[in-house]
């Protein structure tokens, strides 16, 4: 065909054509040169291009890591907003600048360094040493080069390098710890009253355009969540069973190779008395044995008889007692006399290697001689369970595959696999799934924007080594808010609430200003019948509310004589009064060598981070970042 052409292609018109089919391809190889290429650029640092495949990738990089940190507890809708985009992307600036800076002041990572850091990375090791297969292997599995992770790798210690070296060389005064320790140790004697704000509560003079409002203010207090309504096939051992096929072939070969599991061996709890033998004392201690056995014959105590006579050190004090035995843990000849004893009766004098032996076995448990018949039950069951958990695998290679080939419906895949579709009522982040489905890793699948947002069927999710879901939305609700007039109670209460707090404020500035004027808080406090109350707290106290702590210590310090006021809200809509008398500094040379050593490497940290971040700030405020407007 193409010799047919080219014996044709004599003419203009033939020409032309070849021509017209040969600027397509043309164009797609130029716009590489044009810029036309559709990796588009998110960003332009001082000239530097930051492109969206390369955006993308440090979010599903970041995505996987935390996925891997948080484990059940990773939320995917945290990491699909605009604003987890916009932080990674500000996070690239910030590198692009810090790496222009290191070029700029020549910083450079030597290759023996690079070499060095390389084989002292675990995942690269075999048997406690570096080895070049497994590193090759890994750097391919991410889809680099040797060369092209060795340049990444060089250019993140470079950044190490300058992180360390502006953190490092902070350092802090001796002025500077003082004043650190003078503030954070501070304690401060205070007291405080509290306004209470249901004494303002009138829900009766709420009135309607009122309670309106309120709502429109507040309309989130009122929301309906999101909420979804579920499919899902489930593949467990459970709904394999019944698959199986059972014959009594297979069961009684099954039998044969687990019957420890299904016939218990026999088990005896053992005492002895034993008198240990030599050559000169043989027929004394047998004797001895004869005696002794006459005695627990006659009704003695074994265990008295044990403690006062037996050589065995390991069990004299215990009575004698050896515990539990099966077969095939003691001496020939005292096993085979122990297990041929009935149970309470005692031995004739058993000879072994180390003396004359008094066995008396006092309980016997275990030792089914069932035969298969008499426990198929279990071993059918224990069959199915075996064959569930083999045939899982396959079939959880054809559900992944299943719902990944038809997208849109569950239905292939369970037809595929004899499986039933379920399906879950109405659920939402807050509600969770019922039963044994609420885990977070489901739910936050249900709720993730490529089956939420595209309606395609879920990633097949593990619940267990044999235990899988995959899930699609079959209903969705976005948020919306409940009527008014359904929830018109509980706006007028809140509203109440919410104006009985404003006046107990307007009460509580009212008297803030009489005590700046040089009141009392106690002479206050006891006027008005509000419970006052008094401790000396410091910054991280916890037996007074919070908002008392922090906002004693937003107040300036009184003088000498007098006394400082502030007030502030409670969590609760309360107001509260609060009278700062005393303040004392922490004191540094109180302090213990370690504690200071302690407060100084603290210290230092932070103005170091301080330092760094002002470098990196510094560098963004005199260069030109231009940001995609998509």
């Known amino acids: 065909m193409l010799q047919s052409i080219r014996d044709k292609a004599q003419g203009w018109i033939a020409w032309a054509i070849v021509i017209l089919i040969s600027i397509p391809f043309a164009l797609f190889g130029i716009q590489e040169y044009l810029g036309t290429s559709s990796d588009p650029v998110v960003a332009e640092v001082d000239g530097t291009e930051i492109k969206q495949s390369d955006l993308d990738k440090r979010m599903r990089d970041f995505r996987e890591t935390m996925r891997l940190t948080l484990g059940g507890s990773f939320q995917q809708e945290m990491f699909e907003s ?3 985009k916009q932080q990674i992307l500000q996070a690239m600036i910030d590198e692009t600048l810090l790496q222009q800076a290191a070029d700029d002041w020549n910083m450079r990572a030597s290759d023996a360094q ?6 002292s990375i675990p995942a690269f090791q075999n048997n406690g040493g570096f080895d070049q297969r497994v590193y090759e292997s890994a750097v391919r599995n991410r889809g680099m080069s040797s060369a092209g992770f060795e340049s990444v790798v060089r250019q993140e210690m470079v950044m190490q390098q300058m992180q360390t070296g502006v953190r490092n060389s902070a350092f802090v005064t001796g002025t500077d710890l003082g004043d650190q320790v003078r503030l954070s140790g501070q304690k401060r004697s205070i007291a405080f009253a509290r306004i209470d704000a249901a004494a303002f509560e009138k829900a009766d003079q709420v009135s ?4 309106r409002a309120y709502y429109q203010q507040h309309q989130n207090d009122y929301a309906v969540a999101e909420r979804v309504k579920l499919a899902y096939i489930r593949l467990n051992s459970e709904v394999l069973s019944p698959l199986i096929e059972v014959d009594d072939e297979a069961l009684q070969a099954y039998f044969d190779d687990h019957r420890d599991a299904f016939v218990v061996d026999e088990e005896r709890r053992v005492r002895h008395i034993l008198l240990a033998t030599n050559t000169d004392n043989e027929a004394q201690q047998l004797a001895k044995a004869q005696d002794l056995l006459q005695q627990l014959r006659d009704g003695g105590d074994f265990a008295a008889l044990a403690e006062a006579n037996s050589d065995d050190p390991g069990s004299a004090a215990n009575g004698g007692d050896l515990g539990w035995v099966n077969r095939g843990v003691m001496v020939e ?16 004098p058993v000879k072994s290697q180390f003396g004359y032996h008094l066995i008396q076995v006092t309980d016997i448990r275990g030792g089914s001689d069932a035969g298969f018949e008499d426990v198929r039950a279990e071993v059918e069951a224990a069959y199915r369970k075996q064959q569930a958990e083999e045939l899982f695998y396959d079939r959880f290679e054809r559900l992944a595959d299943g719902a990944y080939e038809n997208p849109d419906s569950l239905e292939p895949a369970a037809e595929v696999l004899g499986l039933t579709i379920q399906r879950t009522g109405w659920v939402d982040r807050a509600s969770g799934l019922p039963g044994d489905l609420d885990v977070p890793k489901v739910l936050n699948t249900a709720f993730s924007e490529d089956v939420l947002q595209r309606g395609n069927n879920s990633e097949v999710i593990e619940l267990g080594p044999t235990d899988a879901i995959v899930l699609r939305v079959v209903e969705h609700e976005a948020e919306t808010f409940k009527p008014f007039d359904r929830v018109r109670e509980q706006v007028v ?3 109440a609430a919410d ?5 107990a404020a307007a009460k509580g500035r009212e008297v803030l200003e009489q005590l700046r004027q040089g009141q009392a808080l106690a002479d206050v406090s006891a006027a008005n019948g509000w419970q006052l109350q008094s401790a000396e707290i410091g910054r991280e106290s916890r037996q007074v509310p919070a908002e008392v702590v922090q906002a004693a210590f937003a107040v300036a310090r009184p003088a000498a004589d007098g006394k400082a006021h502030t007030g502030v809200v409670s969590a609760e809509g309360d107001y509260l009064l609060i009278e700062v008398d005393k303040v004392s500094d922490g004191d540094l040379a109180k302090l213990e060598e370690t504690a200071r050593s302690s407060r100084e490497q603290q210290l230092q940290s932070r103005v170091g981070n301080a330092e760094f971040e002002g470098l990196t700030q510094a560098l963004h405020d005199k260069a030109s970042i231009e940001l995609s407007s998509n």
């Open 493 to 495: 209460a809140a509203a």
């Open 333 to 348: 000849p005292f096993e085979d006399a122990a297990f041929a004893l009935d149970e309470n009766a005692f031995s004739e």
């Open 82 to 84: 605009d604003t987890f």
């Open 208 to 211: 309607e355009e009122e309670a």
């Open 499 to 503: 104006q009985a707090s404003s006046k």
């Open 114 to 119: 690079t070499r060095g850091y390389i084989q």
